[in-house]
């Protein structure tokens, strides 16, 4: 960890900082962003890697704020888009003044485990090399059964000790952030180590996403539960068009978005017998929409193919 002895700032002093959350796949991430926020500002699903973006949550408090950023889980792969998924959580990481390592006390550390320790290792040093980005590990799903948070502690200790970090091991805390027990205490923890500084958003925010990121994301996670096997990886949601209405006195947001597919017989899945599905995913989505958006939606949800998208460059740079 850093020395902070010679700097310290007063304590009444507003605390600022980007907090980098990474992991494997499906250790509680977006779970812990969307408590600390307060608000759903991630995707919660329990398929892997439904994160796809550094997704910004806001936590404001008296002691000051905390932008937590939400990486896409490390993920062992040699596809083109989960190698782009990886570099969007490698470069949110070196970006920020904290780095957040989420571990799964449930599941004994495996191949992906290993590799989320090996890359935040190598961000931890480099961040002691430039005297910046300590380390603070959140072991999560501890009201789990098979919980053991000893193991996670000696896996800690193995992987981050010299000659490949200089680790503190009263910087681990063993919670459940779907129970929201022992998260206050992490929390109070993050705010210790950030460094003193203005907010960087208004107190009001608790996310920067812009509209049709937010629009497209609450449509892909309504979508989620009714995909199956491969289907989950294949799909992202384009919103085509959107508009501000009235009729009379009353105002509401008319949005058009595409649920986009890579094979024409995945349409058909999506859609449902009747239209079953996608009336579905737009009625869910719809309800999600007018409980955080300003106005009253209506969704003009339709389905289209792009061929194999996961391997166009063009679509994974508007994605990710």
């Known amino acids: 960890m850093r020395d902070n002895t010679a700097t310290m700032p007063n304590e009444k002093e507003k605390k600022a900082a980007f907090v980098a959350v990474i992991g494997r796949p499906s250790a509680g991430k977006s779970t812990l962003i969307n408590l600390l926020c307060g608000e759903r500002v991630a995707i919660v699903s329990p398929v892997p890697q439904t994160t796809r973006n550094a997704i910004r949550g806001i936590v404001n408090r008296e002691q000051g704020q905390l932008v937590l950023v939400d990486t896409p889980g ?12 990886t570099e969007t959580a490698v470069r949110a990481a070196g970006e920020a003044d904290i780095i957040l390592y989420v571990m799964d006390a ?46 996670a502690a000696d896996f800690l200790t193995a992987r981050f000790a010299p000659p490949n970090a200089v680790f503190d091991q009263s910087c681990v805390f063993p919670l459940s952030a779907l129970k929201n027990e022992g998260v206050e205490t992490l929390l109070a923890a993050l705010y210790k180590t950030a460094p003193a500084g203005d907010p960087f958003y208004p107190d009001e925010y608790y996310t920067d996403q812009e509209m049709d990121f937010r629009i497209s ?12 096997q491969e289907l989950p990886h294949a799909v992202y949601v384009e919103v085509a068009d959107r508009e501000l209405q009235s009729v009379g006195t009353t105002q509401f947001l ?60 063009s679509v994974l740079r508007k994605l990710l």
């Open 74 to 85: 490390i993920h062992l792969s040699e596809k083109k888009f989960n190698c782009r998924l």
């Open 106 to 151: 449930a599941r004994p550390p495996g191949p992906e485990e290993e590799a989320a320790a090996e890359l935040t290792a190598k961000l931890f040093r480099a961040g002691l090399d430039s005297g910046q980005t300590p380390l603070i590990v959140a072991v999560n799903k501890m009201d789990r059964d098979g919980a053991d948070f000893r193991r």
């Open 217 to 228: 994301e609450v449509i892909r996670g309504a979508a989620l539960p009714y995909l199956r």
């Open 254 to 313: 008319w949005v058009r978005a595409f649920i986009i597919c890579e094979r024409e017989s995945q349409k058909g899945m999506i859609v449902g017998k009747g239209g079953a599905i996608i009336k579905a995913i737009g009625e869910t989505s719809r309800k999600e929409l007018n409980r955080i958006l300003d106005w009253k939606v209506k969704l003009d949800l339709r389905v289209k193919t792009s061929k194999d998208w996961r391997h166009k460059d």
